[in-house]
């Protein structure tokens, strides 16, 4: 029987890994030990090439080209709503630092063959609705995770606080403020249903069936997904796509039919020379 981790299909295909970056809990942590290490090293052994935000590839002559880390949103403290000239000149400063950053983004979105996003509904994210309609535009397939957000701790702290009318209302008050929403269905946000197609979006990963072939350590993310336990989770549904490409649903007929959205390219690698296309994986 074939390994289904043996590159095949997806040998050769280019994937863009998008998702909030800016307003995650902690920049530092999320790109040491965020989903997109543990997604790479996957597509890396189905053979695939993987472009990664946290980072990003050098480009010739412009050294360190858009590159983030856990300082780059500290700009952001310079941004004023002051009138006149110096504050045009603070705003102008501010969107000019990070237009690197987003030409890297949306060049490697342009290069790759599919998406893969991963969106919780209560992380605010500007980036990666542009990613993910940047690419739909170019009829890339988007496979989008849309995780359960459940908060244990909130509901821990409403018990704490029974007894104090004061903590409960001002816990109250936060939560319609921030507002504090729980997903626990992991339904995604309607206006992406019909941008993405009803059979790319996943409530979660599946790390546990591959946390000993990669050798992964026990970390949060494990923890996290062990409480939700997802239906549909993203990496077997790769390790299939790697062996056969996946219909679409067709509303009109009423069954799934071909999806011509999959365009992964057969390449032959001359001694001499780049890349040709020679077919198209099927």
Same mark, same amino acid.
């Given at each position: 029987?074939?390994?289904?981790?043996?590159?095949?299909?997806?040998?050769?295909?280019?994937?863009?890994?998008?998702?909030?970056?800016?307003?995650?809990?902690?920049?530092?942590?999320?790109?040491?030990?965020?989903?997109?290490?543990?997604?790479?090293?996957?597509?890396?052994?189905?053979?695939?090439?993987? *472009?990664?935000?946290?980072?990003?590839?050098?480009?010739?002559? =412009?050294?360190?080209?858009?590159?983030?880390?856990?300082?780059?949103?500290?700009?952001?403290?310079?941004?004023? *709503?002051?009138?006149?000239?110096?504050?045009?000149?603070?705003?102008?400063?501010?969107?000019?630092?990070?237009?690197?950053?987003?030409?890297?983004?949306?060049?490697?979105?342009?290069?790759? @063959?599919?998406?893969?996003? +991963? +969106?919780?509904?209560?992380?605010?994210?500007?980036?990666?609705?542009?990613?993910?309609?940047?690419?739909? %535009?170019? #009829?890339?397939?988007?496979?989008?995770?849309?995780?359960?957000?459940?908060?244990?701790?909130?509901?821990?702290?409403?018990?704490?606080?029974?007894?104090?009318?004061?903590?409960?209302?001002?816990?109250?008050?936060?939560?319609?403020?921030?507002?504090?929403?729980?997903?626990?269905?992991?339904?995604?946000?309607?206006?992406?249903?019909?941008?993405?197609?009803?059979?790319?979006?996943? @409530?979660? *990963?599946?790390?546990?069936?591959?946390?000993?072939? *990669?050798?992964?350590?026990?970390?949060?993310? @494990? #923890?996290?997904?062990? %409480?939700?336990?997802?239906?549909?989770?993203?990496?077997?549904?790769?390790?299939? =796509?790697? %062996?056969?490409?996946?219909?679409?649903?067709?509303?009109?007929?009423? %069954?799934?039919?071909?999806?011509? @959205?999959?365009?992964?390219?057969?390449?032959? #690698?001359?001694?001499?020379?780049?890349?040709?296309?020679?077919?198209?994986?099927?």
């Amino acid at each position: 029987m074939t390994n289904p981790l043996t590159p095949n299909l997806l040998r050769d295909a280019r994937v863009y890994l998008s998702g909030p970056m800016d307003f995650v809990a902690s920049r530092e942590e999320e790109k040491k030990h965020g989903w997109r290490n543990r997604v790479g090293d996957f597509l890396k052994r189905l053979g695939a090439t993987v *472009f990664d935000p946290w980072f990003k590839p050098e480009v010739y002559g =412009l050294h360190e080209y858009g590159r983030e880390d856990e300082t780059t949103t500290r700009k952001r403290e310079e941004w004023t *709503f002051e009138p006149g000239t110096a504050g045009a000149a603070n705003r102008a400063a501010c969107a000019e630092s990070f237009w690197p950053a987003l030409h890297a983004d949306l060049r490697m979105v342009d290069t790759s @063959d599919f998406v893969i996003a +991963c +969106c919780p509904t209560n992380v605010y994210s500007v980036g990666t609705p542009h990613e993910i309609v940047v690419a739909r %535009q170019q #009829r890339k397939p988007v496979l989008f995770v849309s995780p359960p957000v459940r908060f244990p701790a909130l509901e821990e702290l409403r018990t704490h606080l029974k007894k104090d009318a004061k903590g409960s209302a001002l816990l109250k008050q936060l939560e319609a403020e921030v507002p504090i929403k729980e997903n626990t269905k992991a339904a995604p946000s309607l206006w992406y249903l019909p941008l993405v197609g009803g059979e790319h979006f996943f @409530d979660g *990963f599946g790390w546990s069936e591959y946390k000993e072939p *990669f050798g992964w350590p026990d970390i949060a993310l @494990d #923890r996290l997904e062990a %409480q939700t336990h997802p239906v549909k989770p993203l990496l077997p549904f790769l390790a299939e =796509l790697n %062996q056969k490409i996946p219909p679409r649903w067709s509303r009109e007929k009423k %069954q799934f039919v071909p999806n011509d @959205d999959w365009l992964l390219w057969k390449l032959s #690698r001359p001694s001499a020379g780049g890349a040709e296309v020679t077919d198209m994986h099927s």
